[in-house]
């Protein structure tokens, strides 16, 4: 079963950057797609942005298009999320993860089956 281990979250001004690194225990390139979501308090949990493993093509929100950008490193098993110019709303634990099988859409939290335990990202002056 996949593993999934997010870190690099953490308090951050607005405008200011950080970079999400997700560690898989197995092989990214084997799944579908994997990809970051988030969840605000009192929120549901939304899909940030996700790549297809077979053609590297990509999916992000509309809240974070042109500010965050997602890459993978398959030699390392980790996907990573930059997050530039973040803003108060951008406030949430963000997870990553993998679906079981293909997906027709490709950044829907209901269709992912391996979560990682998430990490905190505030976005505060």
């Known amino acids: 079963q996949l593993q999934l281990v997010e870190s690099g979250g953490g308090l951050v001004q607005p405008g200011g950057s950080l970079r999400l690194s997700c560690a898989a225990s197995g092989l990214i390139s084997d799944y579908y797609a994997i990809g970051w979501f988030r969840q605000a308090p009192g929120k549901e949990r939304e899909g940030v942005s996700c790549m297809r493993s077979s053609d590297g093509n990509t999916y992000y929100a509309d809240s974070v298009k042109g500010r965050f950008t997602i890459s993978r490193d398959n030699g390392k098993n980790t996907v990573y999320l930059q997050m530039n110019s973040l803003k108060p709303e951008d406030t949430a634990v963000y997870y990553c993860?993998?679906?079981?099988?293909?997906?027709?859409?490709?950044?829907?939290?209901?269709?992912?089956?391996?979560w990682g335990q998430g990490t905190q990202v505030t976005v505060s002056s």
């Open positions: 993860a993998a679906p079981e099988v293909s997906v027709q859409a490709m950044c829907v939290p209901g269709d992912f089956d391996y």
